[in-house]
């Protein structure tokens, strides 16, 4: 298993301009996660999904966008992007069988905005 | 609103010198208290799942101890290997999507 892939890993875009970020995940996992990480910061939720066609707002979500297709794949779209963008991305899935719910995090994409 | 505080921001230790990393919580009900470990450059990696106050888990020189208030990561002889950031996170039991929340992480390094 490839666990949880996300691409591209390093991305420059500059402001006002629009990317998605890819997640895969092979698990067969429920859920879905997107997070931001800023330097020396923890992980900030963005959006979630519990399942494909179902998703939810996070604790930063403005300036961004997703949706769930499908099991497997988790997107995450941003719109007109500036500099605040600029940030390190985790994708991470988790299954649904467990109490605890731990989740399993891809490698991330490092998202500058100039 | 749920809340996590890792101590300390950073430390320093020799190799074999044994120390603690902490995280403190405010939960409204706690489902379970997560132990990542980040390198740089990389995503986090699972260690440990903690459920309940008294519960430990071990895993090589790590140990992990929970209370009703907070979570000690115990390191034992440590080696350069384990030099990584260390993440605390917390799941609410009222929390929808098993969402977590996460501390702000401790930089371990351990020299030779």
């Known amino acids: 298993n490839a666990g949880v892939t996300q691409t591209p890993k390093f991305r420059i875009l500059k402001i006002g301009q629009s990317m998605t970020l890819q997640c895969a995940q092979d698990?067969?996992?429920?859920?879905m996660y997107w997070y931001r990480q800023d330097p020396g910061m923890g992980l900030k939720l963005i959006y979630y999904?519990?399942?494909?066609?179902?998703?939810d707002k996070g604790e930063v979500p403005n300036g961004y966008n997703v949706s769930r297709s499908t099991t497997e794949d988790f997107p995450l779209r941003l719109e007109l992007a500036a500099p605040s963008q600029t940030s390190v991305y985790f994708c991470?899935?988790?299954?649904?069988?467990?109490?605890?719910?731990?989740?399993?995090f891809g490698p991330g994409t490092r998202l500058t905005v100039t | 609103e749920d809340q996590v505080t890792q101590s300390p921001e950073a430390l320093r230790l020799q190799e074999g010198e044994s120390s603690s990393l902490n995280c403190s919580y405010t939960?409204?009900?706690?489902?379970?208290l997560f132990w990542y470990r980040q390198d740089p450059g990389k995503g986090p990696e699972f260690l440990f799942t903690?459920?309940?106050a008294g519960e430990e888990k071990e895993k090589e020189r790590l140990k992990a101890t929970l209370t009703k208030k907070e979570s000690f990561l115990h390191i034992t002889a440590p080696k350069p290997e384990d030099s990584a950031t260390y993440l605390c996170?917390?799941?609410?039991?009222?929390?929808?999507?098993?969402?977590?929340?996460f501390g702000e992480g401790t930089q371990l390094t351990v020299n030779p």
């Open positions: 991470a899935s988790s299954a649904r069988d467990r109490v605890g719910y731990e989740q399993y």
């Open positions: 698990m067969n996992h429920n859920y």
């Open positions: 999904s519990v399942g494909a066609g179902i998703t």
């Open positions: 939960v409204s009900g706690l489902r379970g």
């Open positions: 903690l459920y309940s």
């Open positions: 996170a917390v799941q609410a039991s009222e929390t929808s999507g098993s969402r977590l929340t």
